[in-house]
């Protein structure tokens, strides 16, 4: 028996009702009839134990499909069975708490979970004191704007006989981050996508 087994032993043998019938000697067949029952409980409080990490959604990888399949698919992303562990235990804690942050660190660190690399700038309004010369002048509601500044992406080109007659004839295919950013970013901002 493990050491911790010993211990789930002698407690249920303290637990004994006292007398001769329920001895509490190790070496008597109360004490061998109860050991079985020591090792079960010693494993269900391990298993117990082990389950307690899987509370956090950005820590499970036993009950992560089961959080995912309560969230339903990302609206952003669709079934995130193909993401990478971590990128899946991040959106599924980020959807299951819905928090996060209204802060462009929060949404940049979102982006680097997923391998997308962003900066956002957000505008300075133009104030006495701060202004310097030559600066650009900001109206006071472009405090609420960001520019998400996103790496290249594919471009969607016209084809002749598969493309709708007053299609563009060309477009960018939006990244996953923009949808993410669009879906989550504070209600108070406008965002702006720039694709590099």
Known sequence: MTPREEAGLAHLLALSPPGDAFPRARESNWARALAPLAAEHTRVELRAEALLPQVDPGRADDLLPDYERVLGDDPCLGPSAALPLSIRQALARQRWTNRGGATPAFFIGVAAAMGVVITITESEPASCGAFECGAELIPEAGRFEWIVNLPATSLIEFEAGATEAGSPLGDLAPSPVECLIRA??????????NYS
């Open 184 to 193: 989550r970013a504070p209600a108070h901002t406008t965002v702006y996508f």
